[in-house]
């Protein structure tokens, strides 16, 4: 089957609701799609440089994993000693040495329907969840989430902790990108459909939102999210978390004496040579 008779299945097996369930013909369709989730041969999110930011939605294939979801029923997945049980559309991948990715055995998982690229690292212990995209020569450090559909570019270093929101519903909503060769430091959050563009650095700490302004220092702008856009980290940014006073003209009055700052990440450069020396990381690891 080709992509857009995949695609025509899938939209027609999502929009029959409930009465999908129990068809095995909607089964096979599913199965068929979730191989090509993991071949990479199809992705919820994918860059088009015809989009205002971009990246397009690919909506159906978004539809595809809901579809997913209804389709399975719980099922016993418990092994080796461990106890589990998930719907039985989504279980745990398996990889062979010749797939040529690297999961370190201690606590890591990988679930059904996630792209993982050869040259990828899993430290353990870090969880790559349904319809993801990571590419080629990207680590997955220690404690590291890479959400539902989260698309993850090339090298990208996603430190201890680092957590990537994931967004699958609503299914026209932008998962959260991070572009090729992006750090993202030690206990980063980046959620709701925000984009890291190519070579940005996130400091460790820094949490990134819809809701959250980011302050240009060096071009002396604001980000924001707007209705219809998400926040956007320029390439090579390099965003450290700050502080700001609270606007002394908003709330009780009382509340000023409390001398208040609020959590503010700031672009304090653009990536140079000292950013490139403290982002080098050592390749025998990976
Ligand atoms: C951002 C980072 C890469 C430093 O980049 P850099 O280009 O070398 O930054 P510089 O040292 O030139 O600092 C630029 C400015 O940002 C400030 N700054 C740098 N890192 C900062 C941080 N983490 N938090 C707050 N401010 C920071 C510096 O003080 C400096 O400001 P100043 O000139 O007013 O003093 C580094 O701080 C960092 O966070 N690395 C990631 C560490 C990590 O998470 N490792 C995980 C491994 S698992």
Known sequence: MNISQLQKLIERYFSAGPAAVGDPSAMDVFLEFRGALEAGEIRSASPDPAAAVGWRVNVWVKQGILLGFRLGALSDMSGGGFSFVDKDTYPVRRFGAGDGVRVVPGGSSV????YVARGVVCMPPMYINVGAWVDEGTMVDSH???????QI??????????????????????????????????????????????????????????????FDVVRGEVLRAADDTSLIIPSHAVVVPGARSVNPSKGHPDSQAWGLSLYAPAIVKYRDEKTNLSTTLEDLLR
């Not at 679930?111 to 996630?114: F, H, K, Q, T």
């Not at 994931?166 to 026209?172: A, F, I, K, T, Y």
């Not at 572009?179 to 070579?199: A, S």
């Open 111 to 114: 679930r059904s329907g996630a």
């Open 144 to 150: 590291a989430l890479v959400g539902s559909c989260a």
């Open 153 to 214: 570019g090339k090298r990208v270093h996603l430190s201890a902790a680092a957590q990537i929101g994931g967004v699958l519903e609503p299914v026209n909503a932008s998962p959260v990108i991070i572009e090729d060769d992006v750090l993202v430091g030690g206990n980063c959050g980046v959620y709701e459909g925000t984009i890291v563009r190519t070579g940005a650095v996130l400091a460790a700490g820094t949490i990134l939102t819809r809701g959250t302004p980011v």
